[in-house]
């Protein structure tokens, strides 16, 4: 049995998650994301790669996205409305709530752009009536064989891991998630599962990142020296997520230094992502979870929404302005008239991709000019903070997660090549698991478990309840300094046999009923012979020695035997002896090679558990020389 | 009647109809008047129920149970069938535990059942799993020898059944909390490795149960290895408990930070590297025993990494204050890492959390008290803002952890001081205690502490209409910080204008319960007014010390500030209490010498006779003592050493006195004196016996005092014991000349004299006369040496009690029979060899000594806890005992042989205080 995953997007590169996977002869497909950086349709996966017919809604069983950014859920309407897949989809409620946010807003500024998107508002809320959405923990069962449960991933405001199981092999699909959490999140979390399989996130696989509380210190400190000199701050950022974020931050601080300074929204969707935001509590971390019955956190005391009329307006303020790439938009038109003062910030986001304003400005050594399109440029004088903050996980996190499942493999997707290589190779080496990180329209075969059920019999059934521990002395570890320790083991459920065919589980001592076989004994023979003085009883040459003789000189040698060996009997109406289980008797064969005139031949059987005796035995056999004498 | 309800009771033999017959057992069983044969039969009938596997068990095993309380004969009958359902193999757990519960372990037909172990393992190995878990989880009612219960809780965290791995975890634990000593290496090292393998179990609360067990199990595997591996595998447990900082589940991040908090020693690479995230240097290639996956059975030192900054990051509260909790003990060693985390815990301090707030500054605290801290301008803002937090605990919290810092600059210190008088205007209920912030504060920056009053001190002057706006709050907190300047009292020059300290008596009372810990009202206020007519020096002129220190010139004194290494601790703020246990010893050690020095200084007094004076300074050398008691439960016992030490000298100083004059000898007689005399030898026998890990000079000094004791007995005239004091008196003589020849040390002339005094009196005829003459010339070369404490002074000490007992609640005894009391005793410091007896007094003179073998109980030579039930033997025919218990150890060192049958062959010095036991007579 195998796992095979067909990687249509995010493989060795951000952009466009999109994973199919083959479980048991069931497909899922996890995220089905769009690149931002193309316009064609080479920003979707390639569906065809998943049914040459296109018919997907045969060949998939179901589709599940983890949140609702737009390199995770961006093609999705196209998917369902152009393509036409008609089966089920899964979401969490918050990301079904906000992915037509995020897909509108999208399709706005595709629009804006005057280009025409690849779907219409119509398509997006056609897609969103065929989700199904779930809750945290909640096992669905997409039919009879695919189960799936949803984890918190931190991330987003929605974002959740995928378990997936059918039949016995099971696997978790990450998506986006974050291992510490923030101000408005919670760290991801998720139950110790078997899983032959996790497929993981690593937009920075080989990032360690400092403490938060570093990271927020800095960023206070830029943006209160900014204000109490009297200058403005721009914070270009999406409207929801590290918007809320940064604004928990700003307003916890202000409310414990007392300042007056006005923080702004820019745009409406903000208001309405914070009003998501506040709604849905239960996701939100555990500390505005914990004070929201006294104050929601998200009910922000110092922020208020922005006119443009204040832009210019004296004195120093704080503004959040989407887009947070600065290429385009509101926070764009802000930058063109703040930048050319030098007591004014821009915070700029941790990573910008390359040729957008923010990448330029990151790069930029202040004062300097700037172009924002073909014919405008703008002198950037102000001051220019990169935040340190992400919504993702580290590198530290990653390993922590599969430290954490150990699977039995890692597949590695969402990130930057060299850096999964990288990653890999640590996996692999600190925790001994398979990794790999497959291209896009790459397929993976991964081996998975197989269950056999199996009937048991009555006795085995005991004696797996019956506690049956047994203890012995180990060297743990490498380590040959300390001395050999205690291990206990307890081998009730391994000591019991399978049968292959009509699979059965039964004990040792049933094994002869069960096969209906004959115990079988192993035992071992051999000729010896005791030399005896013929001279004593016969002259004659041809002479052999009469049965009476025979048994005078076996009570002979059973004397000189039971000398060295004290529990040696008399056996069988004196024609041989024995020792535990060494038999030896009197051959009476007239024809062996062997017969020799002046010895008592003796045959000697004896079980392989007492070879060793066996042999002793024989050796004095053969070494004495019996004579009346010796009597 | 009663033959209508056997008949229907009989009725039940059916099991179908046994609910119905259930009135009739009741009716039968509960009747006073029902007769013995029909009670037999309704016991048999209901024995035999019992015995079918279909009958209801609970109900059957109730009328049992009742039917044995009322009819104690058939108690008998009733344990047998109980014993006998019990190994039934189709018992079932209510029915079982039911069935236990019948069955007293107490009760000696019961008794065998629990005790000879077979019950328990024939259960254990049961096939049916929730037998196993009850079992399991009720072990201490089974008597199971601690080796066999750990062999089979060990061979039970093997079983497939996650509830009895997580119950056999658990009672490992359990059985080193219940203080069985385990001194097989390779069973600590099997139970430790063998829950570190659990770590990774599938089930969270094996896991759970895991990480305590791992921590406990780890401490007594470092414990129980040679020296030369504990380093090493203190680590390795270290590294161990990091591993599961990282768990999905909140309970076990708590419990794997407490556990981390607990380990003493750990190597400061390790420590460090929980702090980054990359793999440091020193650590990279360091591998260490122990279960890093499940498979994996090494784990790399970097399994640390970060681990501290995961915690303190943490969504949940909970896992954060575990975290800067366990920061706290761990950064003791290491000041580099207390460094690292400094920067963290400052931003703690602005969590959402109150509890985690409090955690940090409690850690901050520690740190600053370790000399750890190193504040940077920086994190100021951060402090001050805490200063105006509104929870008061956090106040206070930080305003201790101030009073410790070290601010390098005198910007700092101006914004440090000006915050806590933020704080003090906002909240005026701080008064108190941001007084003595500061004022501690004041003391340990004096040069800014100068510089800040002049600056200020022409806003303290009156105004022109001659008002002094000392009602402003500033002004009072500038007052106090005034007091914290430094003045040469023998220049008699201050650094800070004098008038201010005029200007600060107006406001006396408030300072004085601010500074209450450190200095009395009168004390504050003659303090004052000399500074006030001191002259003022400029600042280039540096004034070192001298402060609110009056010496003897005022027989006052003040500790804190004569010693630099003492720092106060003394008060108590609320419910955090900071000082650690290494920090408090080394305090109290120093305070104690320092307690001593100035009693040495007191001696001129006493032998003038001012006992007025001396009583007071002596009492005020008690309070400082007393201070270092609130803090644990158990005062160390080099603190009890100075309390007993002061409270000889003070009987000392007044006896004394009170030989000194003989007109109050011939006034009052010899009573008061030798009451007190008795006392101080008492006194002084207690501290020559009662401590392990004395020296010979602390040795000789208390001998030189007891021979001062009888000195002054046999001079004043006691001439009805005068035999049995000059007896004394030798012994100790020779005492000293023994501890003479072993070390090297100078015997001084009181001694010596005294020596030839007793040849003396040995040899002349009328001693009587001669003797008082002589001995007062010895005494008069007596002088008080300072008595040097060099090592670490155990108390040997005992506490008896008996559970429950007091004048309501008496034991019940048989007049004529003996009555078994049941003991609880603590023992601390007591090593087995130490020959105990617990001494059972009725009335003045009857008592009964019971001896105490240590080595049948377990418990460490530390502190020993076990239940003992000793016999009493003199009941006699009274409604009511009381009896006086206490334990008393027998002096092997004391010369005199006591002829006592049945008891201790030495006298006793007693190591508990009296416990009265009341028994009462049983009422038939």
Known sequence: MAIECLVLGAGQEVGKSCVVVTINGKRIMFDCGMHMRYKDLRQYPDFS?????????SSLSCVIITHFHLDHIGALPYFTQVCGYEGPIYMTYPTKALAPLALEDYRNTFERGGEKAQFTSEHIAECMKKVTAVDLKQTIHVDKDIQIRAYYAGHVLGAAMFYAKVGDASLVYTGDYNMVPDRHLGAAQIDQLQLDLVISESTYATTYRDSKYVQEREFLKAVHKCVTSGGKVLIPSNALGRTQELCLLLDDYWERTNLK?????????????????????????????????????????????????????????????????????????ILKHWAPYKENLVMLPGSCSNGIIGSKLMSAKIPTQIKL???????????????AFSAHTDGKGIMDLVTFLLPKHVLLVHGEKPKMAALKEKIQSELGIECCYPANNETVTIPSTHHIEAGVSDAFLQSCMAPNFMFWKTNVGSDERTPPILQVHDDRVGQGMLTLQNPRVFTQNELRDVLGVENHQVKFAHCCSAAYDSEVSNAASDWSPSTSQKNSLLQLLFGLVSGDFPDCIMHDCQKGIQVGSFVASLCSREECPSSNADALHFRCTWSVTEEELAWKVISLVKNVKLSREST | MEQRLLAAAAAGRNHNQFPKSLNAFVSLISNPCTSDSTLTTTAETLISHLQSPNSNHQQILSLLSALSDHHPRLRREVVAAVKYFILLPSITIPALSHALSLLDPADSAALDLFSDESLFLTLCFYECGKIRKWLLRNVSIFRVRPSVLLTILLGFTMDPFPYIREAALDGLVMILNDGVVVEDRSLVGGCYFRAAELLFDADISVRRA?????????????????????????????????????????????????????????????????LSKKPLLSTKEKIYPGQYTEKLSNIPATAAAFAFLHGLGDDFFQVRRSACRALQTLMVPSAEFACGTVDILVCMLSDASVVVRLQALETLHCMASHGHLKVAEYHLD???????????????????TLQFMKLQKLAMFRSCIENLIKNLELYPQDEADTFYALYRIGCSHRKFVIKIIQEVSQELEPSLDGKLGFNKVKSAGLFVLAISAPVSLERKTSSVPPQIF???????????????????????????????????TSTSENIEGGLLDFGLKYNRIHLHEKSNEVSSPSKTHGPSE????????????????????KIVDLWPLIQLGCMNEVARTLRSLKEETKLFTRDSHRPEGVIVFAMNYIHAIKLLGNAWAYSLSMTNLQLKGMGALEYLLGKMERGLTEMLYRYVGMTRNEELHILELMLVTYAIRLACGDTCHFEEYMRKLDFVLCSIEYLYKEGSFEISRFVTDLQNVSREIGNSEDKAVDMPYLLLNSLNLFSLQHIML???????DAEVDVCGNDFRKPLPFVPGLPVGIPFEITLHNISSEIKLWLAISVGERSTQFVFLDLNEFGGSDEIRKFKFVAPFFRTHRVKHLVLKVSIGMESSSENRNLKRYNGPKHELIYLSRDTEVHLSMVVR
């Open chain 2, 210 to 274: 895991a990480v305590s067990a791992v921590s406990e199990w780890g401490q007594l595997n470092v414990a129980s290895n040679p020296d030369e591996y504990k380093r090493d595998l203190s680590d390795a447990l270290f590294l161990q408990l990091c591993v599961m900082v990282r768990d999905m589940d909140v309970e076990i991040r708590v419990s794997a930070f407490d556990a981390l908090g607990k380990i003493p020693t750990v190597s400061e690479n390790i420590l460090l590297q929980t």
């Open chain 2, 382 to 400: 951060m402090f001050f803002s805490i200063l105006i937090d509104n929870d008061a605990l956090i106040r206070s919290a930080m305003r201790k």
């Open chain 2, 502 to 536: 005029s200007y600060a008596v107006t406001l006396l009372g408030r300072i004085c319960h601010g500074l209450v810990d450190v200095v009395d009202e009168n004390t504050l206020l003659s303090y004052l007014s000399q500074c006030s007519r001191f002259t003022f």
């Open chain 1, 261 to 333: 300074v006005p923080i702004y929204f820019s745009s409406g969707s903000t208001i309405q992502a914070n009003l998501y935001h506040k709604i849905l509590i239960n996701w939100a971390s555990q500390n505005v979870k914990d004070t929201h019955a006294r104050h929601n956190a998200l009910d922000f005391k110092n922020v208020r929404s922005f006119d443009r009329s204040l832009i210019n307006a004296p004195g120093p303020c704080v503004l959040f302005a989407s887009p947070g790439n600065l290429n385009g938009g509101f926070s764009l038109e």
């Open chain 2, 790 to 796: 060099s090592g670490e002074l155990k108390h040997l």
């Open chain 1, 49 to 57: 790669l998943i049914s040459d017919s296109g018919e997907f809604t």
């Open chain 2, 578 to 597: 900071f000082t650690s246990p290494l920090e408090s010893h080394v305090k109290s050690v120093s305070c104690v010498k320092t307690i001593f020095q």
């Open chain 1, 373 to 387: 399109d073909e014919n405008v440029k703008t002198d950037v004088r102000c001051q220019i903070h990169k935040l």
